[in-house]
């Protein structure tokens, strides 16, 4: 049910589906919007005039001009995309380039603090001014490129704006030289550790932490875990002095999107038929004939994910009839052991190195398990993509996958509200048990199906989630 309109909020953020995306940070905020207008609140998007989106945006008028934008001038573009109100900063000495938001073929731009503090300082000129009659009454600042925004609010004026400052990863901060300060259009006095000091470094994310109205992060686990040495990163302090400014809300997931209803071969809760030809064409997309459970992982091949373990736990689980389709890319050296891993257990073990939604849509619509071994994870997507398409989640009990999967232990099959299977700690030999116990459930066929079902049923979309954003946007609007 829709509610009145309560408010406006002015999202800023470097990705955004379905214009620009490298992580769940994008799914997130372009999903944001449409969760939000049901609760009455008017979300805008600004994000960079990448290359890709210019030709989109060649007819967008200007709503915004910003001379002396870091070495050229700044327009802001206005459109819509897909149902959402969307505001280009088109700065092309700063954006047009060939490559990715972040890098290009030769590594990180260099200038990226001077890149990421332009979109700041552009998203806290409109959020102070605000543009033809639209102001709003709270700057979501998204990670640590958006880490600015709150800042200069906070040092050069806020109009009256509120700001809230989400942590998708405390991984990325923003760092940037200490001689940059000036440049970035920083308070010299305020270069201190318990302002915008960071162990003699500036960082653009710990800037937002110390200077946004309230903090969240993507879910109530991860919240906690952020004030403890071992996932905090160095900012725990920040964050454990800001306690009662910081909540953690979950991530939902774009149930219009990731629904095996939406698949080629549909299938649902009680006509479960299409699973296994899905199952059947994933094994052959993949070259895989597998008795056992069949599971996948799709994620980006990371130290953070835990891909490092497969090569401990697949041998076995692959003895015990298991299958695993792999999809992902990034480090050279996981690239390199996940192909030697195919290589030693050929029709068990099927890799895909790239970046391929549609390929993953069809992996989970197939498997019978999704692997999610993380170190940390702040909310994780692809173990409720697991819920939703009855891939059972096996995961590291860590951040939101502690949140999202509830564990097949004795007391949670008894009462009948398993959805999947959680580890901990994140190493092989509790993962490897993990396996062990994927391979007992699925051949318990009757208990398989209940675990299945649940999963199935849980919820995943983005309603709970927007109502909790909802309130602390309420209760900050002045
Ligand atoms: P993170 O943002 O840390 O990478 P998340 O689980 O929050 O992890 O989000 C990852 C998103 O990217 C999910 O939507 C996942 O399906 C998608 N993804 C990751 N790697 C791939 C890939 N190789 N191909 C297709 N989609 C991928």
């Known amino acids: 049910m829709r509610v009145g309109m309560r408010g406006r909020v002015l999202s800023v953020a470097s990705e955004c589906v379905p214009l620009i995306k490298t992580g769940g940070l994008a799914d997130v905020v372009g999903a944001l919007p449409a969760a939000l207008a049901v609760q009455g ?24 001009v910003e001379e002396g934008l870091w070495g050229g001038t700044g327009r802001v573009l206005s459109g819509e995309v897909a149902g959402l109100s969307v505001l280009l900063l088109d700065a092309p000495h700063l954006y047009d380039r060939e490559g990715g938001p972040y890098a290009g073929r030769s590594g990180d731009w260099a200038d990226n603090p001077q890149r990421f503090a332009a979109l700041s300082w552009v998203a806290a000129r409109l959020a102070r001014e605000g543009i033809d009659g639209w102001k709003p009454d709270v700057l979501h600042a998204h990670d640590w490129q958006a880490g600015l925004a709150p800042a200069y609010l906070a040092y050069y004026g806020s109009g009256g704006c509120a700001s809230v400052m989400t942590v998708h990863n405390i991984a990325f901060q923003g ?22 000091e960071y162990f003699g470094q500036l960082s653009s994310l710990k800037a937002g932490l ?8 993507v879910s109530p686990t991860y919240a906690a875990e952020l004030t403890r040495p071992e996932y905090g ?4 302090g920040v964050i454990a002095a800001r306690e009662s400014r910081v909540s953690g809300i979950l991530n939902g997931v774009d149930t219009a999107v990731w629904t095996p209803k939406a698949e080629p071969v549909p299938y649902a809760v009680g006509d479960m038929g299409g699973k296994a030809a899905n199952r059947a064409a994933l094994c052959a997309t993949f070259g895989l004939s597998v008795s056992g ?11 953070q994910k835990g891909i490092d373990l497969l090569p401990k736990v697949i041998p076995e689980f692959v003895a015990q009839g298991g299958g695993l389709a792999i999809l992902g890319s990034g ?41 999610v071994p993380s170190r940390f ?8 993509y697991g819920l939703t398409y009855g891939a059972l989640p096996v995961v590291a009990a860590v951040g939101g996958l502690a949140d999202t999967v509830i564990h097949a232990s004795p007391a949670a099959m008894a009462t009948g509200v ?29 208990a398989w199906a209940r675990v299945q079902r649940n999963a199935m049923t849980h919820p995943v979309g983005w309603e709970a989630s927007a109502r909790a954003y909802a309130a602390l946007y309420d209760g900050l609007r002045r």
């Open 41 to 64: 609140w008017d979300m805008r998007v600004l994000l960079p005039c990448y290359r890709n989106l210019r030709a989109m945006a060649a007819d967008w008028p200007d709503v915004l």
């Open 377 to 384: 994870e702040p909310c994780g997507l692809t173990q409720m």
């Open 210 to 217: 110390v200077t946004a109205d309230r903090i969240t992060t």
């Open 233 to 236: 990163m160095g900012l725990q």
């Open 418 to 446: 398993a959805t999947g299977i959680s580890f901990h700690p994140t190493d092989a030999v509790a993962f490897g048990q993990a396996l062990r116990q994927l391979v007992a459930l699925f051949a318990d066929t009757a």
């Open 175 to 196: 760092w940037a030289a200490p001689w940059m300060l000036g440049d970035l259009r920083l308070p010299v006095q305020e270069f201190h550790p318990d302002a915008l």
């Open 331 to 371: 480090d050279p050296a996981l690239e390199a052991a996940m192909a030697a891993l195919a290589d030693r257990f050929p029709g068990r073990v099927g890799l895909r190195i790239g970046y391929d939604e549609a390929l993953s849509h069809q992996m989970f619509a197939g498997a019978d398990a999704v692997l």
């Open 293 to 303: 459970p069949l599971a996948i992982v799709v994620s980006r091949l990371t130290d």
